[in-house]
């Protein structure tokens, strides 16, 4: 068992920058690979960017390259989201996901979420 908790949304002009967080516990964090996905109103959950065990390897949606980086430090079993250059667009709410399970970069399956942050940009 996973537990998943995000933090760090909240409002932000367009063009500006957050960080979410996401303190994870439970079982050893480095087996894990992470993720993060995000939600709109009626919008389907999409992945965001994916991170491997060890940083090795990242995926990254097309909405957001070269805009937002994952990060993980495994020592603190934290998993990290920095947004840049935020747009309207990236309104949503953020969650937090584990994988146990081996996969593709871009192709994770969670096992675990977290409740979800609110990120609200506005124009």
């Known amino acids: 068992q996973v537990q998943l908790v995000e933090s760090g949304g909240g409002l932000v002009q367009a063009g500006g920058s957050l960080r979410l967080s996401c303190a994870a516990s439970?079982?050893?964090?480095?087996?894990?690979?992470m993720a993060w996905f995000r939600q709109a109103p009626g919008k389907d959950r999409e992945l965001v960017a994916h991170?491997?065990?060890?940083?090795?390897?990242?995926y990254y949606a097309d909405s957001v390259k070269g805009r937002f980086a994952i990060s993980r430090d495994n020592a603190k079993n934290t998993l990290y989201l920095q947004m840049n250059n935020l747009k309207p667009d990236d309104t949503a709410v953020y969650y937090c996901a584990a994988s146990g399970k081996w996969t593709r970069i871009g192709d994770i399956e969670p096992d675990y979420w977290g409740q979800g942050t609110q990120v609200t940009v506005s124009s």
């Open positions: 439970g079982r050893t964090f480095s087996n894990y690979n």
């Open positions: 991170i491997g065990r060890f940083a090795v390897n990242t």
